[in-house]
């Protein structure tokens, strides 16, 4: 080998050698992208594919879900089935006598896990069902404000209160992930950061939103103490269900009681965008501090419309809502306390027309199954969804703002109607047709302008008066609609 070839495989050795460290001062630098400060955080976009899917499932399940029992009420929250040991079982409530008659006065919470064994549990059906009803992403909760985990945690303070020592004794996150990717869909995780056992009477911030929750005893028997709490349970716990579950989104709860500051969570949202197996794609929610909603953090969340001041189309949003007025599933609520599936797709319509996405919740029974009316109402709106989804997928909000006669674009004969674009193109989005004429003004005048009804071949008669955009005798479509709840008209090109 000659003198020249040697210093030619010396030269390429010195650019493989530079070239290995640059790619790792880059990775370093891109490591070391964000801070431990909202400033830093907050400027991390939230990915599009959470923009774009529009449609979640959410799933409360747990051990609440073997009493699965709140007295029916009209007023927010107070049906809340899964907060069954912070208020069923408290001696003032009005659920306190059907606890004691049906378990006894000294049957404890946790006397339950054993009760909550999952044994019809089958995630390849959920899987299926999911898939069916259109939704793009599923959320379970890992952990609840009770404190029981949906996974094999090797937190030591949650020893025997956990899905593979108690109940299941099964990883049921685990499961429930794989058969969710392997339909394609996103799966995510709600984890609450507040623990009622861990929550005492004289905390310093219970005299605020929340209070506390349960009686000394109990407490004083389970309670995790400061900084313990944060330090050695709660952080490490989603660090371990980031890294061993890589969920495609975070929805943080139970943080009102406690500022960010104690929670750490500019800390781990920072580690959490540097370091998560799948940072690029991970999204999280607004609930990490007392003061963080709708101002803090990833999307901002609602819940039954709790929030929608704080909403609009130029931040990402989400609103949660169950099928009836309880999360996890209470057996107190019949028929008539379910919306039917054409007020669920009306949500979801609504929603997405100001700019939002659906996290529509299911409520598991303790054996593992999902009751029979929630499956239809979710099968019911991925039928729709199959002909009209190119209105609601990857669209975004029409700002109406603009429009000279708003009241005759958003009311027809008394039904309303919705907006969605994507590009140039305009989804008109109805659940009855008008009688008359339908006057749609502030658009683009375009010659090759071609309207059509989604799920038909049927083209809608159309005439210009100047750049308002008549819709002519859209009742005349009604044959030609192919789904009964709702038609959705796709404008081309007046954008």
């Not at 990915?47 to 009493?67: C, L, N, Q």
């Not at 709140?70 to 069954?84: G, H, N």
């Not at 004083?220 to 103490?225: A, D, F, G, P, S």
């Not at 302008?449 to 008549?470: F, H, N, Y």
Request: with cysteine.
């Amino acid at each position: 080998m000659g003198i020249f070839s040697i210093q030619l495989i010396s030269a390429c050795m010195k650019v493989k050698i530079f070239c290995i460290l640059f790619a790792l001062c880059s990775y370093w630098l891109s490591a070391q992208e964000y801070q431990p400060t909202w400033e830093s955080v907050d400027r991390r976009p939230v990915p599009e594919w959470f923009r774009d899917a529009k449609f979640g499932i959410f799933i409360h399940w747990g051990v609440y879900s073997v009493p699965s029992y709140r007295p029916v009420s009209k007023q927010m929250y107070q049906t809340y089935a899964e907060w069954y040991e912070a208020r069923v079982m408290n001696p003032g409530d009005s659920g306190y006598n059907f606890h004691v008659k049906n378990y006894g006065k000294d049957f404890a919470y946790r006397d339950f896990a054993p009760m909550f064994r999952a044994e019809l549990f089958d995630p390849e059906l959920w899987a299926g069902i999911f898939e069916r009803s259109g939704a793009r992403y599923v959320v379970l909760t890992s952990k609840h404000h009770d404190g029981f985990c949906m996974w094999p945690t090797k937190s030591p303070y949650s020893r025997f209160w956990n899905c593979r020592e108690a109940g299941p004794k099964r990883d049921l996150l685990g499961d429930l992930a794989k058969a969710v990717r392997a339909r394609g869909l996103k799966f995510g995780i709600y984890y609450s950061l507040m623990e009622w056992e861990s929550t005492p009477k004289n905390h310093e911030w219970s005299g605020g939103v929340g209070g506390y929750y349960l009686p000394d005893e109990i407490i004083e028997k389970y309670r995790i103490q400061d900084p313990d709490f944060v330090d050695k349970h709660m952080l490490p716990q989603l660090k371990e269900l980031v890294i061993n579950y890589q969920p495609s989104l975070i929805f943080s709860d139970g943080e009102w009681d406690r500022p960010a500051e104690y929670w750490r969570s500019q800390e781990f949202l920072a580690w959490l965008y540097n370091n998560a197996p799948n940072r690029d794609e991970v999204v999280v929610n607004d609930r990490w501090g007392v003061d963080t909603r709708g101002v803090h953090g990833g999307y901002y969340t609602s819940e039954y419309a709790s929030d929608q001041d704080k909403l609009g189309a130029d931040h990402p949003w989400e609103e949660s809502r169950g099928m009836g007025q309880s999360y996890g599933f209470n057996r107190a609520e019949n028929i008539d306390d379910y919306n039917s599936s054409e007020d669920l797709l009306r949500e979801l319509v609504s929603i997405v027309s100001r700019g939002g996405n659906l996290l529509l919740n299911i409520g598991p029974t303790a054996d593992g199954r999902i009751p029979v009316i929630m499956q239809q109402r979710l099968i019911d709106i991925g039928n729709w969804l199959s002909v009209n989804g190119e209105a609601i997928y990857g669209s975004v909000a029409w700002d109406m703002s603009s429009m000279e006669i708003p009241g005759e674009t958003s009311e027809n004969n008394g039904d309303r109607l919705y907006f969605t674009r994507r590009g140039n193109d305009l989804y008109v989005i109805g659940f009855g047709l008008p009688q008359q004429d339908l006057r749609i003004p502030g658009l683009r005048h375009a010659k090759s302008m071609e309207a059509t009804v989604l799920g038909s071949d049927c083209v809608v008669r159309t005439r210009w008066k100047g750049d308002d955009l008549i819709i002519r005798d859209p009742a005349s479509l009604k044959e030609h609609i192919p789904c009964s709840e709702a038609y959705a008209i796709r404008l081309r090109g007046v954008l």
